[in-house]
């Protein structure tokens, strides 16, 4: 495995010291900002992009919060925090005690402790004991067990659909959608001010995931139900926008509810032609929404309801999606009969490691479920 260490150095210059020795002899690879020669990168780039390269990145806690970037307003440790989660890899925090904290560094830590999907917390008072520590629990991501748990519903959850809709914004478009929908079970819901507080942080929230590009004009709406931003869909960066040219799947929207319940929409990966189902792009795509809604930082309750849904199957196809080249001809089943959309009707709640390091398995699921109901299946 390749463990990417993520810290501030100064007030834990020993622990860092020590770590990469260490993992080195368990036979990983240690990745570090240290290692990292001068280039011509942003180092702020290089870190994030080491980060992506890791399996596991292991988070030291200290005293000090570190340089705040302007670009994101946060420290390199906070956005490496971001980026784990995003990318849904086993976190593993260590919280130094015995010292004291800069204000700074205190909300940070508040907001990885409050934090439960799939990440492993645990403080040290030294190096030795940071090391004991560490060797155990390298050993047992090594073994490799799923960090998911089920269990059943004893009733079905109350979830907000919006596949009758169109669109986000209720025009006529018969284009698929691809939504998904993540509820805290057992949850009493946002008051009015609390619903009001998100519609201000919610866009903020979705951009410092680094989801959306940094121009896209992102509108928030709100309901007396929920807040809600849409995202414009646009052609990747270096590339015109074509009516015919095959197109991946994209974010549209994400709304946050007063009940609980993040839904997040999206277009399906096609062309001019229609929308495809591809059994191994679905999952990708539904796992990147699953860890999209962790990475909001929002729902924080040990378990939640997770289900699926696809809009106007009938312009869909199952079959594999390619990138550079546009279909000349498509069969669609369903095309010009009133087909009900497809969905997933959970029955049991999962642990919140499903948005992160659990996001691929539960993906893998719901993509399944959603490619069984198309009509080309029957």
């Not at 036979?27 to 080491?50: I, M, N």
């Not at 086993?90 to 508040?110: A, C, I, N």
């Not at 040219?245 to 974010?251: K, R, S, T, V």
Request: aromatic share 6%.
């Amino acid at each position: 495995m390749r463990i990417f260490i993520s810290s501030v150095r100064k007030g834990l210059e020993e622990e860092r010291d020590a770590l990469p020795g260490l993992i080195s002899a368990l036979g990983h690879t240690p990745v570090q900002f240290e290692d990292f020669t001068a280039q011509s990168t942003p180092s702020r780039e290089v870190c994030l992009r080491a980060l992506h390269s890791a399996d596991v990145c292991l988070f030291l806690l200290g005293p000090n919060y570190g340089h705040t970037f302007p670009e994101t307003g946060q420290s390199a440790t906070h956005d490496e925090w971001v980026a784990a989660q995003v990318t849904g890899m086993p976190r593993l925090v260590y919280r130094k005690l015995g010292v004291t904290f800069e204000p700074d560094q205190h909300e940070f830590t508040r907001t990885v402790e409050a934090y439960a999907t799939g990440v492993f917390r645990d403080d040290f008072r030294t190096t030795a004991e940071l090391q004991r520590k560490i060797v155990a629990k390298i050993k047992e991501l090594e073994s490799g067990p799923s960090p998911l748990a089920y269990a059943k519903l004893t009733a079905p959850p109350a979830l907000h659909w919006s596949l009758d809709e169109d669109t986000p914004s209720g025009t006529s478009d018969p284009t698929p959608r691809l939504e998904l929908h993540v509820a805290p079970v057992s949850f009493a819901g946002y008051s009015a001010r609390e619903l009001a507080e998100f519609t201000t942080s919610l866009a903020e929230r979705i951009r410092r995931t680094g989801t959306v590009r940094n121009d896209a004009a992102l509108s928030t709406t709100r309901s007396q139900e929920y807040a809600a931003v849409t995202i414009p869909t646009s052609a990747p960066p270096g590339q015109p926008q074509q009516w015919n040219a095959p197109h991946p799947g994209q974010l549209v929207e994400v709304r946050l509810f007063k009940a609980g319940q993040i839904s997040t929409r999206a277009t399906l990966p096609g062309d001019s032609m229609g929308s495809v189902l591809d059994p191994e792009a679905l999952p990708r795509q539904i796992a990147s929404m699953l860890k999209l809604t962790g990475a909001l930082d929002i729902i924080r309750q040990e378990r939640i309801v997770v289900a699926a849904g696809v809009s106007n199957p009938a312009r869909t196809t199952v079959e594999t999606f390619n990138p550079h080249q546009a279909r000349q001809s498509v069969q669609m089943a369903g095309f010009g009969r009133s087909l009900p959309a497809l969905r997933t009707e959970p029955d049991e709640s999962v642990s919140l490691a499903a948005l992160a390091a659990g996001a691929q398995e539960v993906a893998s699921v719901l993509a399944r479920a959603l490619i069984t109901q198309h009509p080309s299946s029957a």
